[in-house]
């Protein structure tokens, strides 16, 4: 089951999830492998989150990750 993003903590509104590749045209980097990072489509705030890569973990797992850090706030029990 996929984990639910939660809105912008700054303006509300919706998030979305991009998937960027780890490599470049000319055949350089991790062909196969992406990093994800979280924008609201409204105020542009982003998450960046170290291991957020599948260079060595699973593509799932480095979607999670970075969903993780996206919905964690700074009044959330650890």
């Given at each position: 089951m996929p984990i639910?993003?939660?809105?912008?903590?700054?303006?509300?509104?919706?998030?979305e999830v991009e998937k960027i590749p780890l490599?470049?045209?000319n055949g350089h980097g991790y062909s196969g492998c992406y990093e994800?990072?979280?924008k609201c489509k409204s105020c542009g705030c982003t998450v960046d989150q170290p291991k957020?890569?599948?260079?060595?973990?699973?593509?799932?797992?480095?979607?999670?990750?970075a969903i993780d850090a996206w919905n964690?706030?700074?009044n959330d029990a650890e």
């Amino acid at each position: 089951m996929p984990i639910e993003l939660k809105p912008c903590p700054f303006c509300g509104n919706e998030v979305e999830v991009e998937k960027i590749p780890l490599w470049y045209g000319n055949g350089h980097g991790y062909s196969g492998c992406y990093e994800f990072k979280i924008k609201c489509k409204s105020c542009g705030c982003t998450v960046d989150q170290p291991k957020n890569d599948s260079i060595y973990r699973s593509e799932e797992k480095a979607r999670e990750n970075a969903i993780d850090a996206w919905n964690r706030r700074a009044n959330d029990a650890e």
